[in-house]
């Protein structure tokens, strides 16, 4: 049995040891360099998400940029909306009206399911059907209601946001989540949060002191089970996709608990190139197990410079840019 490694940069804190690590390829089903399937130079970007969600980018100029940047398909995938595929739609028609050009990408309809643990992301499903948009329904309220329960519990902390207020703030989205909160406390509550850290503190540093899980203490919990999900998404006629892997599960000790979604019917887990390294256990677990591998950066606007739209480029250095152990 050859033991080869694959991955030998430097490690830094921005990679996690796995990044190091010698891997066994034995068993992969093909002989594609699994580090070239890490940093893979897409023309896709299956993971974006919009103002209609907790992006912060409206999806007029996600189009826009992912023209000028030369991609040739993405996926909008919004935490449990798909309403920035139909205006995104409507673009197109515009368009093509107006300038009889075909808009030159493709636009995937997709969506990113909150459940228990993991985020599904649903690609190419029908946003029609009922079932899933009834799903959805079911869990952004969960998800309105976490993000009022965080409100009420940053009010007692002495940051007094009104979740309705916040609602007005963000009229576009339909979920209102921990980075809207971050936003409000960043822009709105600068004053009170400077006590704790300082002038214009990081997003990260926001989330972190402010919307951790331990801080927010059961609020933040997701019950919905992923067997729903992946079962809406397949009755879309959609792909279930595992999102960002290596961020839920320890590839050290936890890799059994992708036999168990595979159980459930996942179609495959996504690789996002900015994270390099961290993917490659999943990335040799779905060539072993003949998943599909999907391709996503997990864009939320330009103010996330760490999930650059993918567009081809080398995402080699993405990570250990200055900015990095900031956004970290
Ligand atoms: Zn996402």
Partial sequence: MTTETLIKGDKTDDFQE???QEVNIQNAQNNAKLEDLCFKNEKRDFHIHTAFSDGFDLIENIVATAVKNGLEEIAITDHDSTK?????????????????????LKIVPGVEVT????????????TKCEELQNLLAEIRAINNEKSKKRCEKLTTFGLPIVYEALREV???????????????LQNCLANEIEKDLGKNPPMFAILQ??????????????????????????????????????????PKIE???????????I???????????????????ALDKGLKLTYGSDYHGPDFPLRPMLYGQDMRNVRTLPFAKVYR
């Fill in 209 to 250: 002191t402010y919307l951790s899980k331990e801080k927010m203490d059961k609020l933040v919990e997701d019950v919905m089970d992923p067997k729903r999900a992946i079962d809406a998404i397949h009755k879309a006629k959609g792909l279930a996709i595992v999102a960002h892997p290596f961020k839920q599960i320890n």
């Fill in 255 to 265: 890799m059994y608990e992708l036999d168990k979604l595979v159980a459930l019917g």
């Fill in 84 to 104: 920035a595929y139909d205006v995104a739609r409507y673009i197109i028609k515009k368009e093509l009206y107006t300038n009889k050009n075909k808009l030159p």
């Fill in 115 to 126: 459940v228990k643990k993991y985020h599904i992301l649903g690609l190419y499903v029908d």
């Fill in 267 to 285: 179609d495959g887990l996504e690789v996002q190139p900015n994270y390099g390294p961290e993917n490659l256990p999943f990335i040799k677990y």
């Fill in 170 to 184: 963000f009229p576009l989205s339909k979920r209102i989540s921990k980075f809207h909160i971050g936003w409000y």
């Fill in 18 to 20: 796995i990044g190091t």
